[in-house]
């Protein structure tokens, strides 16, 4: 059984219910539409159908020949996705998965990402091709033709006429800076941040009600937005379930649907908060679709499209602005640089290998939510405490490729809880969209030791390398982090609060 | 039970046991989680019957009983009215409604 076969035409997005659906906003009077009901029913086109004409919008993606069977559950046969930031991390290596797919991808980016980098003085150290040559090696080697444009997202006249041209019927929103020390930098950047993210999602939705309110809006938030809370209190989907209740002097309310708190940790974590508010009113106001992706930290350079051609491999940041933490630690102990955790090393974080993100995002893709649904996921693997992850980026680098590692922890220059319990809820794309991790950590550590071995990304690697440690102070300071001490891995335990993940209905 | 307009007097009006009926819609975020409560109360099997319908796709059922607000909750005793009720509720509160109106 796939996992989205009983979703209907209400699910799919190239049902036309623009002109044939009339929608009103919460708690707003019906009496003005009370004349437009008509005897019939509710009837619908379909756009990939047009010689059906009207029909009632209940057949299945079983039943339907537009969505056809794959790995990932059904999928809308030649799916035209638009990918917002399609030459980043994330953005190009979804591109090739989904054109592998059968997907017809299309895709922006100005490139903000490259000059972000250099802007640091640094650059990916794996080896990445511009985008022309990226293009024609995808053609290539996995024949498949995915649409470039550059274009500044918050060029709207320009995207419009790219939606257009494109018709989207689905909108994966990677177009967004992606740092938190880069927020924190000074006034510049947190205001860079805040226009390109907040202000560039703003002018999407605007755009996407205007020109493909059907599609699909993935929307990449971060599992940072929550924050840490030190009461402990679980950390839900984004949405409170039916079954948490507000007990106030003796009364209670039903909080089942409302938006959970939000706690962000810095300016660019703002800006995603910013966009889960503006994303979940679009939907409301505009019966948009979307669903907000909490994600957690990525990590790894593998997926089988990226790794069949080095003309196709996705960039790998190392450098304190841009480079994740387990990315940094595979970097550093491939230089020799004791692993740096800063603070205590107790933080706790999810994360999941570039390879399941992916899968994660086909399997979304494969099933829209209602018009009108906002929904929210949160996309991790795993908790791990920061010391953890040291720990196992040692052991790999020095049973696997023979490195001697040391661990070191600094200052942290963040305002961060450094204990904290940490009890999240990821359930629905495991119980609904039929998500199983596939990369072991282990795993996906030994190949980005084995990538960056290679003489060439050592080299790269080397060049960088003093872009890795952390300068950017929360406080506003530019200046190196002291050492608070070096220590052997395997010497330290792992000590204060236990990491909580709930995946099925049965703790919760 | 997801019912509809062409269906509603046949599992509503003409039931022969009471119904609670919840109004809702895709854009209403207490309106998705909230059927996994009433999953749940009409699992017990307690002499009501409980269904859901959604107004955007039935503006007629909605229109005629004039929901105005989302989540509505209505109950339904041999064809007749008995409650009306606007706003997300706990499922200790929604089993108080029903011991109470029916």
New interface residues.
């Given amino acids: 059984m796939q996992h989205n076969e009983e979703k209907t035409c209400?699910n799919c997005p190239a049902a036309m219910l623009k002109g044939n659906?009339?929608?009103?906003a919460?708690?707003?009077?019906?009496e003005t539409?009370?004349n437009?009901?008509s005897e019939d029913?509710?009837l619908i086109e379909c756009s990939r159908k047009p010689e059906l004409g009207m029909f009632e919008p209940n057949i299945t993606f079983e039943q339907c020949p537009e969505w056809i069977e794959t790995e990932y559950g059904y999928l809308l046969k030649d799916m035209r996705v638009m990918i917002l930031g399609i030459d980043g991390y994330l953005g190009w290596t979804l591109a090739l998965k989904l054109a592998k797919l059968g997907c017809k991808v299309s895709g922006i980016d100005n490139y903000l990402r490259r000059e972000a980098v250099a802007e640091k003085g640094s650059k990916s150290v794996v080896r990445i091709a511009d985008m022309e040559t990226r293009l024609r090696t995808a053609k290539k080697e996995h024949g498949v033709d995915i649409d470039f444009r550059e274009m500044d997202l918050l060029n709207r006249d320009q995207l419009a006429e790219y939606l257009d041209e494109t018709q989207p019927e689905a909108v994966v929103h990677y177009g967004e800076i992606p740092s938190a020390p880069y927020s924190m930098v000074d006034a510049d950047h947190a205001i860079k941040i805040q226009h390109n993210n907040t202000l560039g999602t703003l002018g999407v939705l605007f755009l996407i009600k205007e020109h493909c309110p059907e599609a699909n809006i993935l929307k990449l938030g971060t599992m940072g937005e929550y924050g840490t809370p030190l009461t402990g209190r679980p950390i839900f989907e984004g949405?409170?379930?039916?079954?948490a209740?507000l007990t106030w002097r003796g009364q209670?309310?039903?909080?089942?649907?409302?938006?959970t708190p939000r706690d962000p940790a810095s300016f660019y974590h703002v800006s995603k908060v910013q966009d889960t508010f503006n994303v979940y009113e679009a939907?409301?106001y505009w019966?948009l679709?979307s669903y907000d992706v909490m994600q957690g930290v990525i990590f790894g350079v593998h997926t089988n499209e990226v790794a069949k051609h080095p003309d196709l491999r996705t960039r790998l940041d190392v450098d304190e602005w841009f480079g994740t933490v387990i990315n940094r630690f595979v970097s550093q102990a491939v230089l020799g640089i004791p692993l740096t955790i800063y603070g205590s090393g107790e933080q706790i974080r999810g994360y999941l290998a570039l390879e399941d993100a992916m899968e994660c995002m086909v399997r979304l893709l494969s099933s829209p939510?209602?018009?009108?649904?906002?929904?929210v996921v949160n996309q991790l693997s795993q908790l791990y405490k920061v010391k953890e992850l040291a720990e196992i980026v040692a052991k790999v680098g020095s049973e696997k490729h023979g490195l001697t590692v040391k661990i070191q922890r600094v200052e942290n220059p963040r305002v961060e809880a450094d204990e904290h319990p940490f009890l999240v809820i990821a359930k629905k794309l495991r119980e609904t969209l039929g998500y199983q991790p596939k990369t072991p950590l282990e795993v996906e550590i030994d190949r980005m030791f084995t990538l960056l071995l290679q003489p060439e990304t050592r080299e790269r690697l080397e060049s960088v390398k003093e872009a890795v440690f952390a300068q950017t102070w929360w406080n506003g300071d530019h200046k190196e982090t002291m050492t608070l001490e070096v220590y052997e891995p395997g010497t330290r335990k792992i000590e204060g609060y236990d990491p909580s993940l709930v995946l099925s209905d049965k703790v919760d | 039970m997801e019912i509809s307009d062409r269906n509603f007097n046949e599992n509503v009006l003409e039931s022969g046991t009471p119904v609670l009926v919840e109004f809702w819609a895709s854009w209403c975020p207490p309106c998705h989680t909230i059927k996994k409560i009433l999953k749940k109360i009409e699992a017990d099997e307690t002499g009501y019957k409980v269904m859901t319908i959604n107004t955007d796709r039935n503006m007629k059922t909605a229109s005629k009983y004039n929901v105005k607000g989302l989540p509505c909750f209505m109950i339904f005793k041999e064809g007749e009215l008995v409650h009306y009720e606007v706003g997300a509720k706990s499922e200790k509160q929604i089993r108080e409604m029903l011991s109470e109106k029916l």
Avoid: T
């Avoid at chain 1, 659906?21 to 009103?24: E, H, Q």
């Avoid at chain 1, 919460?26 to 019906?30: D, F």
């Avoid at chain 1, 309310?253 to 938006?259: I, K």
């Avoid at chain 1, 939510?369 to 929904?375: N, S, T, V």
């Fill in positions: 209400w659906v009339d929608f009103r919460c708690g707003q009077s019906i539409i009370k437009k009901i029913g509710l949405l409170f379930p039916a079954d209740v209670e309310w039903s909080m089942g649907g409302e938006l939907c409301k019966w679709r939510p209602e018009p009108g649904q906002y929904d």
